[in-house]
Nanobody, 121 residues
Framework: QLVESGGGLVQAGGSLRLSCAAS????????MGWFRQAPGKDREFVSAINWIGSSTLYRDSVKGRFIISRDNAKNMVYLQMNSLKPEDTAVYYCAARRSSMMVSTTGYDYWGQGTQVTVSS
């Protein structure tokens, strides 16, 4: 139901825009988020957005570099990633909260398959 795209290989300092397409149902009333998992590490929260896009959260290490947004008419969520660093290398996952419109770092019920982001130094 959630499909990520837009990952790839980029040099340090470059940019990528991840997209998350929802299908099968509307997620326009759900809080949405992005997570990532690097090799050998636990999955970690990256960013979240509330149902209408008026409230966002970011992990400290991406503040000022990443921007989360959504287009409810298209059932899409985006993560614009700028000034990428090698430590941003990970599989990035889109997620949705089943029963909440609000932003949160936890409580996600639907997950995509992930898209690989690799940042070379």
């Amino acid at each position: 139901q959630l499909v990520e795209s837009g990952g790839g290989l980029v040099q340090a300092g470059g940019s990528l825009r991840l997209s998350c397409a929802a299908s099968g149902r509307s997620f326009s009333s759900n809080g949405m988020g992005w997570f990532r998992q690097a090799p050998g590490k636990d999955r970690e929260f990256v960013s979240a957005i509330n149902w209408i896009g008026s409230s966002t959260l970011y992990r400290d290490s991406v503040k000022g570099r990443f921007i989360i947004s959504r287009d409810n008419a298209k059932n899409m969520v985006y993560l614009q990633m700028n000034s990428l660093k090698p430590e941003d290398t990970a599989v990035y996952y889109c997620a949705a909260r089943r029963s909440s419109m609000m932003v949160s770092t936890t409580g996600y019920d639907y997950w995509g398959q992930g898209t690989q982001v690799t940042v070379s130094s």
